[in-house]
């Protein structure tokens, strides 16, 4: 199976580049994903990984080691509408994600 | 394209009664999944549909939870009885076949059981 792990809760200020990392164990791996999520919205993709190395994406990036079993979003020039639960998911070979308990950024003036 | 549509979005019902939940994914995402979020704990998978054939339910917990989606198109998620603790938010995802690509969510279901 998955195990899952990232911080529950991080604050940064506007304007700010803030990291969230993702820790993971895994008896098969096919990829790992991050998604946002605002409150009481679905989820929406924001990146995958599926080999080593940084992923760039406008003011998102997403870095993964396999190796490590890490990965983490990086997000610059915060906005306040950043502010947002943050969920990494690992795919297993069959196609099922697993997803941590996500990390709630707040963005502060 | 349109997106993934989950029906209803909010249901309040009795212990004991039954609900259920229908999803349509994007047209042409062979892969549809059925996922639960509970009490603010993270979202955990029910089950995972490859057209009309279940690939893996071994998230589903226990058989009061029954999904259907026959002939590859829509899904839905009958719960019957319901429990209190079957309350939370009820999403589907779908994907294509192709790898790199994340789920795309519907709005989930808010379910309420009193």
């Given at each position: 199976g998955q195990n899952i792990d990232q911080p529950t809760e991080m604050t940064a200020t506007e304007g700010?580049?803030?990291?969230?990392?993702?820790?993971?164990?895994?008896?098969?791996?096919?990829?790992?994903?991050?998604?946002q999520q605002h409150a009481g919205e679905a989820p929406t993709f924001l990146s995958y990984n599926v080999l080593d190395g940084l992923e760039e994406k406008g003011r998102f990036s997403s870095f993964l080691s396999r190796s490590k079993g890490y990965s983490y979003l990086l997000l610059k020039e915060l906005q306040m509408k950043d502010s947002a639960s943050y969920l990494c998911a690992v795919r297993d070979l069959a196609g099922k994600s697993t997803f941590g308990d996500g990390t709630t950024l707040t963005v502060k003036p | 394209?349109?997106?993934?549509?989950?029906?209803?979005?909010?249901?309040?019902?009795?212990?004991?009664?039954?609900?259920?939940?229908?999803?349509?994914?994007?047209?042409?995402?062979?892969?549809l999944y059925w996922y639960r979020r509970v009490m603010g704990k993270e979202i955990k998978f029910l089950l995972h549909f490859v057209k009309e054939s279940k690939q893996d339910e071994s998230g589903m917990?226990?058989?009061?939870?029954?999904?259907?989606?026959?002939?590859?198109?829509?899904?839905?998620?009958?719960?019957?009885?319901?429990?209190?603790?079957?309350?939370?938010?009820?999403?589907?995802?779908?994907?294509?076949?192709?790898?790199?690509?994340?789920?795309?969510?519907?709005?989930?279901?808010?379910?309420?059981?009193?």
């Amino acid at each position: 199976g998955q195990n899952i792990d990232q911080p529950t809760e991080m604050t940064a200020t506007e304007g700010a580049i803030v990291q969230i990392n993702c820790t993971y164990q895994t008896s098969g791996f096919n990829g790992l994903f991050w998604y946002q999520q605002h409150a009481g919205e679905a989820p929406t993709f924001l990146s995958y990984n599926v080999l080593d190395g940084l992923e760039e994406k406008g003011r998102f990036s997403s870095f993964l080691s396999r190796s490590k079993g890490y990965s983490y979003l990086l997000l610059k020039e915060l906005q306040m509408k950043d502010s947002a639960s943050y969920l990494c998911a690992v795919r297993d070979l069959a196609g099922k994600s697993t997803f941590g308990d996500g990390t709630t950024l707040t963005v502060k003036p | 394209e349109a997106g993934v549509t989950q029906f209803p979005s909010h249901s309040v019902i009795e212990k004991g009664q039954t609900v259920t939940l229908r999803c349509d994914p994007i047209s042409g995402h062979d892969n549809l999944y059925w996922y639960r979020r509970v009490m603010g704990k993270e979202i955990k998978f029910l089950l995972h549909f490859v057209k009309e054939s279940k690939q893996d339910e071994s998230g589903m917990p226990n058989n009061r939870f029954l999904a259907e989606r026959t002939g590859g198109t829509y899904s839905t998620l009958k719960v019957q009885p319901a429990e209190l603790e079957d309350s939370g938010v009820y999403f589907c995802a779908s994907r294509p076949t192709e790898t790199g690509y994340g789920y795309t969510f519907g709005s989930g279901t808010r379910l309420t059981v009193v």
